[in-house]
């Protein structure tokens, strides 16, 4: 193996980018929980509800990913950040907070070197995107990166 080829390797920052993308998913179930708690009316409550499952899918695969490539992922943590505020536009943007750092988190694994984990990346970032412009985020050329 060349130097070239140890420094490309040492560059793989796929198991770093799985376990921000296992956080991102732990933190948006969290939050979605709340806001199938906090929000207003029951069809509010049912697509947060509804949006945590999906979550809660997305975080199992990471999950059976990491375990797949021997990457240590880190547990949920007891709690995370809520909004102050529980106003309908807040929990809104909330929402949109959490599906914005899902897209930053999936478009770093997009750079794995690991086909599996680039393909992860790369699924997941589609399927975030598509949430956040459901949500009533925009689209950036390179979602997840503000385009100033």
Known sequence: MSDTDLSVEAMDDGPRALAEALSAEHAAVYGYEFLGG????????????????????????LYAL??????????????????????????????LGLEESTVR??????SARDIGMR????????????RVLERGGELTALPGFDGG
């Open 105 to 110: 988190a999936y478009l770093w694994l997009t």
């Open 66 to 95: 990491a375990a797949a490539h021997d990457v240590e992922p880190s547990p949920a943590l007891a709690s995370y950040p809520l909004p102050k505020e529980r106003d309908e536009a807040s929990l809104d943007a909330f929402a």
């Open 38 to 61: 906090a929000g207003g009316d029951d069809e509010y409550r049912s697509r947060a509800l509804e949006a945590a499952l999906t979550h809660k899918e997305l975080r199992d695969g």
């Open 119 to 130: 393909t992860t990346g790369a699924r997941n970032l589609q399927g975030a995107t598509l």
